[in-house]
């Protein structure tokens, strides 16, 4: 059994904001899965499924599972904004990784993103029976 001191934190969660993005692209299902999951492979995920749903009349909400964890996007054509989420557990690296490669494939003009790393947390002791 591993012990909570072996064990390495949870993994790293990135949120990425991207705005003025080419309106075709954040809007086309088939496009963006194909882009997040070659970022995934490129950055040494493990692909494990995807799924991904164009809503009328625009946007696109779409997942893909990694062995690490997972990426999903969500766009807003119409604003040109799509928001990216990424979350891997063990090789922190591969997290910071693919937002990179999401950042520069989908071509946003303008970007920010945040990074935190998970772990679990000992709880506290509110209070011991005497």
């Not at 991207?18 to 692209?25: A, I, T, V």
């Not at 496009?31 to 493990?46: D, F, I, P, W, Y």
């Not at 693919?98 to 520069?104: G, H, M, P, S, Y």
Request: contains cysteine.
């Amino acid at each position: 059994m591993i012990s909570p001191k072996d064990s390495s934190p949870a993994g790293r969660h990135v949120l990425v904001e991207l705005n003025d993005c080419p309106r075709d692209l954040i809007d086309s299902a088939p496009r963006l899965e194909s882009v997040m999951k070659s970022c995934a492979v490129e950055a040494g995920a493990t692909l494990v499924s995807s799924h991904f749903h164009r809503f009328a009349p625009q946007g696109v909400s779409g997942v893909v599972v990694i062995a690490e964890s997972h990426l999903t996007i969500h766009t807003w054509p119409e604003h040109g904004y799509a928001a990216i989420d990424v979350f891997t557990c063990g090789k922190s690296s591969i997290a910071d990784q693919i937002a990179k490669l999401l950042i520069d494939r989908i071509g946003a003009k303008n970007h920010h993103w945040r990074a935190f790393d998970r772990s679990p947390s000992t709880p506290a002791v509110l209070s011991q029976d005497q």
